[in-house]
T-cell receptor, first 111, second 120 residues
Framework: QKEVEQNSGPLSVPEGAIASLNCTYS??????FFWYRQYSGKSPELIMFIYSNGDKEDGRFTAQLNKASQYVSLLIRDSQPSDSATYLC???????????FGTGTRLKVLA | GAGVSQTPSNKVTEKGKYVELRCDPI?????LYWYRQSLGQGPEFLIYFQGTGAADDSGLPNDRFFAVRPEGSVSTLKIQRTERGDSAVYLC??????????????????FGPGTRLTVL
């Protein structure tokens, strides 16, 4: 079992729809969770982080964390073609400075 | 230039050669990370520095890889006797601090543009 798992996709959604990206992790003691966006040929850029169970909203983005289920998700509302990218989930484990990344989910927003 | 910078942007070398990759973090950031990213994969943790010391080097794949940060700012990743399997994009990231008790603003990592290493 990988430490951080994501569906590689591609996930295709029409413009204006909600895109739902999911991530599961194996270290039950993990404390910090991050979503990065990575355009092809570019480096990752942070979209959101979440530390507590529940939802966290920032503009069109909502991160959801369920520590009991070891599950974190990212919702993108009103998806735009410019949102087309690979979305990386990263988890910082308990008692560690390491960030473990998933393989990423490729999102395609169709105009 | 407020962001993380990395040089060179591209490096092509022959199998068996030695290479150095440089990272210049955001000014004032005490934490510095090196990652390696292969095509279709997420970044793979290599090593983490807090100040001048390597706080966690458990991700270095073998003893051909070594990294330094002598003055707590610029870091150099050194790869000896390169192999074709070392070909990847090497990413550097920095954050204000990475203490375990640090809040969100301390933990946010900013990535550099990466160095694409190709070993022929």
């Amino acid at each position: 079992q990988k430490e951080v798992e994501q569906n590689s996709g591609p996930l295709s959604v029409p413009e204006g729809a909600i895109a739902s990206l999911n991530c599961t992790y194996s270290d039950r003691g993990s404390q910090s969770f991050f979503w990065y966006r990575q355009y092809s040929g570019k480096s990752p850029e942070l979209i959101m982080f979440i530390y507590s169970n529940g939802d966290k909203e920032d503009g069109r983005f909502t991160a959801q964390l369920n520590k009991a289920s070891q599950y974190v998700s990212l919702l993108i509302r009103d998806s735009q073609p410019s949102d087309s990218a690979t979305y990386l989930c990263a988890v910082r484990g308990s008692g560690t400075y390491k960030y473990i990344f998933g393989t990423g989910t490729r999102l395609k927003v169709l105009a | 230039g407020a962001g993380v910078s990395q040089t060179p942007s591209n490096k092509v070398t022959e199998k068996g050669k030695y290479v150095e990759l440089r990272c210049d973090p955001i000014s004032g950031h005490t934490a510095l990370y090196w990652y390696r990213q292969s095509l279709g994969q997420g970044p793979e943790f290599l090593i983490y520095f807090q100040g001048t010391g390597a706080a966690d080097d458990s991700g270095l794949p073998n003893d051909r890889f070594f990294a330094v940060r002598p003055e707590g700012s610029v870091s150099t990743l050194k790869i000896q006797r390169t192999e074709r399997g070392d070909s990847a994009v090497y990413l550097c990231a920095s954050s204000l601090h990475a203490g375990l008790a640090g809040g969100p603003s301390y933990n946010e990592q900013f990535f550099g543009p990466g160095t694409r290493l190709t070993v022929l």
